[in-house]
């Protein structure tokens, strides 16, 4: 996983200063690199890249700006303007099961760091399931109408939504500011009973697979998800 962190504290955040004040910039929440590492690392091995330490394009940038960046990646890295966070997960998970599948407000002081987690605990299955099945593969015309209605994955069953080709909006009920665009090549993790639905618009191609927690017995097909019934 990546995550891209805009600085405030470089170059280009002191030039733009003002900036900030104004919408849509006062709204925003600026994560620092310290505040990210230590919610990444609880999810794989992290390291960072950086770039940008221009306060803005300024003339002649395209001569002198690469001995600029080489510069600061040497003498002030934690001060260029955008930071990469990478985050390498284990290939087999351990120790990270009893992960709650979602955090509420009274779990951490920062809301912004809250979104952060919690969109990190979404794009990860928990260790040690076992996997039932995965559906066969759904476009536009051809789907369960219930996945676009509130539904829920059944107790003891994980789902992780995959998209193939093209994209959709994912929603998960209990937070519906928060839309989460899933492109081809991506995935979401669906926790047990959490209440969700998708939005399709444009072609695609997706399926969902399902696994199941120990103690659990295999479900039907159809009935991991009352987003299937009927199917």
């Known amino acids: 996983m990546v995550i891209g962190s805009l600085?405030?504290?470089?170059?280009?955040?002191?030039?733009?200063?003002?900036?900030?004040?104004?919408?849509?910039?006062n709204?925003?929440?600026f994560l620092a690199r310290d505040d990210l590492?230590?919610?990444a690392r609880t999810h794989g091995t992290t390291s960072w890249t950086q770039g940008l330490y221009s306060p803005r394009a300024l003339p002649g940038i395209t001569q002198w700006g690469p001995?600029?960046?080489r510069m600061g990646r040497n003498v002030a890295p934690g001060h260029a303007a955008f930071q990469v966070l990478?985050?390498?997960?284990p290939e087999h998970p351990t120790g990270r099961a009893g992960l709650a599948s979602v955090l509420t407000a009274t779990d951490h002081?920062?809301?912004?760091?809250?979104?952060?987690e919690n969109l990190l605990r979404e794009a990860e299955l928990p260790a040690?399931?076992?996997?039932?099945?995965?559906?066969?593969?759904?476009?536009?015309d051809h789907h369960p109408a219930g996945l676009r209605r509130a539904h829920r994955v059944a107790e003891g069953i994980w789902a992780r939504l995959v998209v193939h080709t093209g994209g959709l909006d994912f929603v998960f009920d209990d937070d519906p500011d928060c839309v989460i665009d899933v492109r081809a090549g991506a995935s979401v993790v669906i926790p047990p009973g959490r209440f969700h639905h998708v939005d399709i618009a444009g072609p695609l191609t997706f399926a969902l697979e399902f696994h199941r927690e120990h103690g659990y017995t295999d479900p039907d097909p159809?009935?991991?998800s009352s987003g299937l019934a009927g199917t």
């Open 7 to 25: 600085n405030r504290s470089s170059p280009w955040g002191w030039w733009n200063c003002g900036r900030f004040s104004r919408p849509p910039w």
């Open 27 to 29: 709204t925003a929440r």
């Open 37 to 39: 590492e230590p919610i």
């Open 67 to 69: 001995l600029v960046e």
């Open 86 to 89: 990478t985050i390498t997960a």
């Open 109 to 116: 002081d920062e809301p912004s760091a809250l979104q952060v």
């Open 128 to 140: 040690g399931l076992d996997h039932v099945r995965t559906t066969d593969t759904f476009d536009h």
């Open 222 to 224: 159809g009935s991991e």
